[in-house]
């Protein structure tokens, strides 16, 4: 019913788009309907013109902590994993605890956000992030991206944005594909541990109907174009069980149209296979009892894949514009993980698989009106978002990927609506603000296979106004004050669940949506020519950081926590060849409540206070470019006492290229180049090694980062 509410809602808002319409008409400075307008921004702000690797100028944003990262940066830095694309994003950090098929750990501002839970990410308009996942709370899997396609990655960090929603509190990061390619390309990569890549990839301009298509002076800028491309990748990893890691990717894209007006029909191919070196006892790699690259179990791995359809159409003119796009997916995962050894099953193993099936439908409708509000130049957007999953998911003991016991066996579904408005307002040339408001409701409902009296139904709304408050330019800087709250859901599993299908006992309710509370102040300069710099403090507070445990089954009951930090952001385009990135963020993350959670301390286990980023490229120097990238990952508490600590770790990336011919590139990528020994991720962890072996309550366990990794990439253009 509420669903129905909020459709009748929207249509009903629709129908006084004739009158704002006829009013935005009366109100244009120059008269003039047949140009188009600025989508979601309003009419006086001047042009901005931006070169190197953001659009983050002055003038650009709502917030500080913006931004836009252009696929040109994707071009110049070398990527050990896809996912690591997101690390352009500054303060956010992409790391992996299994193997490469698997969904990376993400940091941001204080958050261990798992595998996405409060971060949200899409691709061309389609979520990432999984809900009730077989492993984690908004898994998000971006093994099947390829940088070489990316266009933009629109960011935003806190919860001030009224069209993001679920999983966002911490921020989100919306990645678009090119339309069409300059040049056709033939990438071929070769590197240590078995890594192979190639990917074919290429666009073309279709002729329209009637005339010969080979014949390309009749193409004209109204003509679909095609863009096709292939991606297969084999790697083994450092590992001693070889990762044997089989990925094939493919994605067939027709537009049409500009930025203005148009559309996009996608279809994507993923499917991914591999091993598994989970995380080790630390002590074991000390003690030289085990390799540092070396597994518990040696079976232990998984294979996903994902089919998706998805279109978008938009179209933009003087009084307003309008974007439309839905989605079909389907999903599928299995994975085979053991992180306590024997433990709990000292004569089978710990290892245990967990699996899904899911469909999901959605999409999103989007209205805005350029119009007069009390005489001055404004934009209102309306917007109705909705999801749909269906899914089957499952937990069962296995010894050697053979299962012996089923924890769990669930279908479940779940839907999300969402109605959102908005409004920027220009009100002098110095002052602007949005003002946003935005209603979630999500259904959730479950039948319990392996325990029937956990089915049942459950529900959740969630109401979020927004608030940015923009003052400036002055001397080409500008400040910002933005206030907001945000949400993600929590697994259905762990909302309607009445009994732990691990140990029995009746389980522990959850809501169906936690909610959050941010602020932050921020300002942004190019006072100094060449340097676009921000500066932005900020608080972040979690009504709860409970997640359903999927590797469990159940609950883990965490309290309500509080953050707060500060981030400095540079990018600094020195000269013609040279463009320098310095990015730093410090965050302190607690428990509100000292001694919760029945623990002592109130420190946030894998909560990183200290990212730093320091970033070079080098173009134009005759036919050689080279991008040199440094992050350092300050130290964290595993323990809510503060008695285990993981240490920092510094990585640095290099990339040198030489251009051979006008056709022919030839790259070289050098991964962790000093060969730095460092951890992906460390836990704080109970385990057992053996059958024989004492048990071990709070071990630290870690999944080591990779070695030295040299790539050489062939590129072909044509």
């Known amino acids: 019913m509420r669903t129905m509410k909020w459709v009748a809602a929207f249509s009903l808002t629709m129908c006084i788009d004739a009158a704002l319409s006829q009013t935005s008409m009366n109100t244009l400075t120059d008269g003039d309907a047949s140009q188009p307008a600025q989508v979601n921004a309003v009419t006086t702000l001047p042009a901005v013109t931006v070169t190197g690797h953001y659009d983050n100028g002055v003038g650009t944003s709502d917030a500080a902590s913006q931004g836009v990262v252009r696929g040109e940066l994707l071009q110049d830095i070398p990527l050990l994993r896809p996912g690591e694309a997101l690390e352009t994003v500054p303060g956010l950090v992409v790391t992996q605890h299994s193997g490469d098929g698997k969904a990376n750990q993400y940091f941001l501002r204080g958050y261990n956000l798992d595998h996405g839970t409060d971060f949200a990410t899409s691709l061309d308009g389609v979520p990432a992030n999984m809900p009730t996942n077989a492993h984690g709370q908004g898994y998000s899997d971006l093994n099947y991206l390829i940088p070489e396609l990316v266009n933009r990655i629109d960011y935003r960090k806190g919860p001030y ?395 883990s009951p965490k309290g309500a926590s509080k953050r707060y930090g500060v981030e400095w952001n540079n990018h600094w385009i020195t000269n013609r060849w040279l463009l320098v990135d310095a990015d730093f963020a410090w965050t302190h993350a607690r428990y509100a409540q000292m001694n919760d959670n029945g623990d002592t301390g109130n420190l946030i286990s894998n909560a990183v206070s200290k990212v730093a980023l320091f970033r070079a490229a080098l173009h134009d120097l005759g036919p050689w470019s080279a991008g040199v990238e440094t992050r350092y990952i300050g130290a964290y508490p595993l323990a809510q006492n503060g008695s285990l600590t993981a240490p920092s770790a510094i990585v640095t990336n290099l990339r040198v290229r030489r251009e051979i011919s006008p056709s022919t590139t030839l790259s070289l990528d050098a991964l962790n180049l000093f060969n730095r020994p460092y951890f992906d991720i460390a836990y704080q962890q109970d385990y057992q090694v053996s059958p024989s072996s004492p048990y071990v309550p709070s071990g630290i366990t870690v999944h080591p980062g990779e070695p030295r990794q040299l790539r050489v990439t062939l590129g072909l253009k044509f």
Do not use: C
């Not at 930025?259 to 191919?269: C, E, F, L, V």
């Not at 074991?284 to 518990?296: E, P």
């Open 161 to 555: 944005f009224a069209e993001n929603g679920d999983f966002s509190s911490a921020g989100s990061a919306d990645i678009q594909y090119r339309n069409s390619l300059d040049h056709n390309i033939a990438d071929l990569t070769v590197g240590g541990d078995g890594y192979r890549r190639a990917l074919l990839a290429g666009s073309t301009r279709l002729a329209p109907s009637g005339k010969d298509s080979g014949n390309t002076t009749t193409l004209d800028a109204t003509n679909p174009t095609l863009l096709g491309a292939v991606e297969i990748m084999r790697n083994n990893g450092p590992w001693t069980i070889k990762e044997d890691l089989q990925k094939t990717n493919a994605l067939l894209r027709l537009s049409d149209g500009n930025n203005t007006t148009g559309w996009a029909i996608d279809g994507i191919y993923y499917d991914a296979k591999w091993n598994a070196t989970d995380q080790v006892p630390l002590e074991l790699i000390n003690s030289g009892q085990l390799g540092r690259f070396s597994s518990m179990d040696p079976t232990d791995g998984g294979n996903t894949g994902r089919d998706i359809l998805s279109g978008e159409w938009h179209s933009a003119d003087a009084v307003g514009y309008m974007k439309a796009s839905a989605y079909m997916e389907h999903v599928h995962l299995q994975l085979w993980s053991n992180f306590t050894f024997f433990a709990h099953n000292p004569i089978t193993g710990d290892q245990f698989a967990q699996a899904e099936n899911r469909n999901i439908v959605g999409g999103q409708v989007v209205r805005g009106w350029n119009h007069s509000l009390s005489e001055h130049d404004a934009t209102t957007e309306l917007g109705l978002q909705l999801r749909h999953d269906n899914i089957n998911v499952s937990l069962q003991n296995t010894q050697a990927r053979v299962p012996f016991a089923t924890v769990s066996n669930n279908q479940a579904s779940e839907t999300i609506a969402s109605l959102y408005l908005q409004n920027t307002t220009s009100w002098s040339k110095w002052l602007r603000t949005t003002v946003g408001l935005r209603e979630d409701s999500i259904t959730m409902d479950m039948t319990s296979y392996s325990l029937p009296q956990n089915t049942g139904i459950a529900s959740g709304t969630k109401l979020s106004p927004k608030l940015s408050v923009i003052l400036g330019p002055w001397q080409q800087t500008e400040f910002f004050i933005n206030a907001g709250k945000g949400f993600h859901s929590n697994d259905v599993r762990g909302v309607i669940n009445k009994i732990d299908p691990s140990t029995g006992t009746p389980a522990t309710a959850v809501p169906a949506l936690v909610g959050s509370s941010g602020k932050e102040i921020g300002v942004r300069s190019e006072r100094i020519d060449g340097l676009q710099s921000s500066v932005s403090l900020w608080s972040l507070d979690s009504n709860s950081e409970i997640v359903y445990a999927a590797d469990a089954g159940g609950t």
